[in-house]
């Protein structure tokens, strides 16, 4: 590492001890405030995402823009050779696939999603840059088996172990299965994304071949968590197949188990900022796998 | 056991091989449909339970009235002679209370509410018969970390591990701490409790001990489950604390870990009509103990 891309850590976690959360020190909106209702998206939802971190569009994409992806997913579903595949996570213990990484780059079709035309200029509206690509992925949940994610913040992992310097960056959740309240919809804390919460101990290399089944480090201390939700609650939108949700890259958010017989997958594209790219780890280990963290093309995407 | 109490298995479960659910042979509603109008049960909710197999009350009792139970509640957790105690169930290899059964023998104010006027008028309206507790449990689910129950019908357990012969039974859960979408709240299916579904595999011995943490005997089989949630769907009444569901005795049920910071503690009192009395389990193993299965107190109930 030279000392060009040697950053100052402004976002310090897996400590060895308890510091207290502290207010985000990067714009949510990156677009001055001044320029909010030049659109695409109103300056009311531009202000909603400011506040509570997050966003949701009903039906988004229709039933049948999405009926192809989900043709395409069923296939993989079935798809041996990708069970065994780098990017391919599979349940703890199970023979289930519970992520595919890096999607877009298996599939032309999902590849060609990410330059959506109104999915990009919404994002580059918040961002106010250029964007590309950090990570793409599906996460499952069948009936009956599918199992959770504990609370955390995206981007205390991506700034940790992927060297993501700051909060210029954001997720797309598209659902792909109708989410409903028992199927382990995704839940969001508003106005979380507010805070940084500094997480305790040191992350062990190759820490993501456990974390992704089932994250133990970097996850926020029960106080901070406990604090967040009494004054903001906890939010869980639901809707039909082509619904989207927009949430802020420090946004803590988790997901129950699906006790439903009803399978849930959502389809989660990372923007980040052109100028907010990856340098070494801030944790110090070495950088984590390309599907996990794109560090080969930074190139700005083009709407299709 | 003598031929006197030999009664005809008329709910086979715990079998070798799966046999389709079939409907209920006994009625919901035990009242003639001529007297549903009587009262204190409208009969418009009368129906409504003998349709969906449960129905809500917000708000049944006032906070008032919750408070001293509230109170008595937070003693008993901090109660080290309690959690050794033989009806004191902890969390899968953990040290906190899952379940505390037989609240009402421990607790003279939980056993005056078992009691309670407006509560008893209601059962004996919807079991036509004088009735006592068959079981009383407080269910504990502390913040972060309060485990779920997995699907199931108690009628498919108190029949088979502890000869209650026919579905004349019913739950009252009364909310302790406010149920919301993300504490964990019971989940019901409408209308299951019109099928009984025999479950495969042998019951072992004192299987209690096992089942109370987490069931695996005599959980419904999926097929089946989803049958009934896509003619049915799911729902999860919430409400603030003093709210009360009614559920039937062989309404599937069920609930998901607590992920939000909120406990959720609900109380449970079983009302068996004095007409179902238990006799020898139908699994034939030995009867489970008197905190989980009532042997020794049939004597109807009286209003306080």
Redesign the interface.
């Given at each position: 590492m030279n000392t060009e891309t040697r950053l100052q850590d402004e976002f310090p976690t897996r400590l060895e001890r308890k510091v207290e959360m502290f207010q985000r020190l990067d714009p949510v909106v990156h677009t001055p405030e001044e320029r909010w209702a030049e659109g695409p998206l109103s300056e009311e939802r531009v202000r909603e995402f400011d506040e509570k971190g997050f966003m949701f569009f009903e039906s988004f994409f229709s039933q049948d823009e999405m009926d192809g992806f989900i043709r395409e997913l069923k296939d993989y579903e079935d798809d041996e050779d990708l069970k065994v595949s780098e990017g391919t996570i599979l349940e703890p213990g199970k023979e289930e696939i519970r992520s595919i990484f890096g999607i877009h780059e298996i599939s032309e079709r999902f590849d060609r999603l990410t330059r959506d035309p109104k999915l990009l200029a919404m994002v580059k509206q918040l961002l106010d840059s250029d964007v590309y690509i950090h990570q793409s992925r599906i996460n499952y949940k069948p009936?009956?088996k599918g199992k959770?994610f504990n609370?955390h913040s995206d981007f205390e992992t991506w700034h940790s172990e992927d060297g993501m310097p700051k909060m210029r960056c954001l997720s797309c959740s598209i659902v792909m299965t109708d989410n409903n309240?028992?199927n382990g919809p995704l839940?969001l804390i508003p106005g979380s994304h507010k805070n940084f919460i500094p997480c305790v101990g040191r992350t062990p290399e190759n820490n993501y071949k456990k974390s992704l089944k089932s994250q133990t480090i970097g996850v926020p201390d029960?106080r901070s968590?406990?604090q967040l939700?009494?004054e903001g609650f906890?939010e869980?939108p639901k809707g039909p197949a082509g619904s989207l949700i927009v949430f802020e890259c420090n946004t803590l958010h988790?997901s129950?188990?699906n006790?439903?017989?009803?399978p849930r997958s959502n389809l989660f594209f990372v923007y980040n900022s052109v100028h907010n790219t990856l340098v070494e780890p801030f944790c110090g280990n070495k950088p984590r796998p390309q599907f996990l963290a794109n560090r080969k093309n930074w190139e700005p995407l083009k709407p299709v």
């Open positions: 009936g009956f959770g609370w309240e028992f839940m029960d968590l406990q939700m009494d906890i869980a988790g129950n188990t006790m439903s017989c009803w």
